[in-house]
């Protein structure tokens, strides 16, 4: 049986901004594009990893997982999108990226006729990544952060109390045998556990009052305890039934 030749017909158009999103650090991406009702054919996990061979830094659209350098100035953020615009004979995709203004400030994008949908969308995103430079990110300072003045606070609230494990500052791997996680140091006080090539933490930890114990919001949403012991990091998994079970994350 022959082979047959698709012809990939590809156009790439970048607006001009004022702003680069190389000017960037962190890429905010939604757990659903909007305009992918159903499914997103593996879009997300691909634009991801692109983006973090880039030197960006991929969070999670809900500001309550980001970290705390992203918090305090949310103009560092840019937020990505991929937009079907599909017409009849070609799969269409629109890369955009706006920023703490919802303002675009890069627009990519990218057509294929392979009809088939996953490898149609895949291959006309892919058209957009030349458009992708590597990060080289300069603070963005918002409005009201430039006028704001400084303001000293003194709290008499107990505090959490940051783990007496290093800051690394490179993802550490670990595994419970079936999953393969990085961790990832936020800062002194809060960690993520993620999958390679997913936009969206795996686990949250943020400190407690107690050394090595730490509040845990799993990626469904769901809130549990984790510790380290013996090196590892233990979490205690909710169940259907109300009961909790022991996974453990070995270091690789």
Do not use: H
Not at 49 to 73: C, F, G, T
Not at 145 to 163: G, H, L, N
Request: proline letters at 4%.
């Amino acid at each position: 049986m022959k082979k047959i030749l698709l012809l990939i017909l590809t156009t790439c158009s970048m607006l001009a901004f004022g702003q680069k999103v190389s000017d960037y650090k962190y890429i905010s991406l939604p757990a659903k594009f909007s305009t992918f009702k159903k499914e997103d054919y593996g879009l997300g996990e691909m634009l991801t990893k692109v983006l973090r061979s880039k030197n960006y830094l991929v969070i999670p659209a809900d500001k309550l997982q980001w970290p705390a350098e992203a918090q305090s100035n949310p103009c560092n953020v840019l937020t990505a999108d991929v937009v079907n615009d599909s017409g009849f004979l070609r799969n269409k995709v629109v890369l955009q990226f706006k920023d703490c203004n919802d303002k675009v400030i890069s627009s990519a994008k990218g057509s294929s006729n392979i009809k088939e949908y996953k490898e149609g969308y895949q291959d006309a995103l892919k058209q957009t990544f030349v458009s992708i430079s590597p990060a080289s990110p300069v603070n963005q300072v918002s409005a009201e952060v430039a006028v704001q003045p400084a303001v000293q606070e003194t709290s008499v609230s107990s505090q959490p109390v940051a783990s007496s494990t290093p800051v690394e500052n490179t993802a550490v791997r670990f595994s419970n045998g079936k999953t393969d996680l990085q961790k990832i140091q936020i800062d002194a006080s809060q960690f993520i556990l993620v999958g390679n090539n997913s936009s969206s933490p795996f686990a949250t930890f943020k400190a407690t009052t107690k050394n090595e114990v730490f509040r845990v919001k799993l990626q469904n949403g769901e809130s549990t305890l984790g510790y380290y012991e013996n090196g590892n990091i233990v979490i205690e998994m909710p169940q259907a039934n109300g009961n909790y079970t022991k996974e453990i994350f070995s270091k690789k």
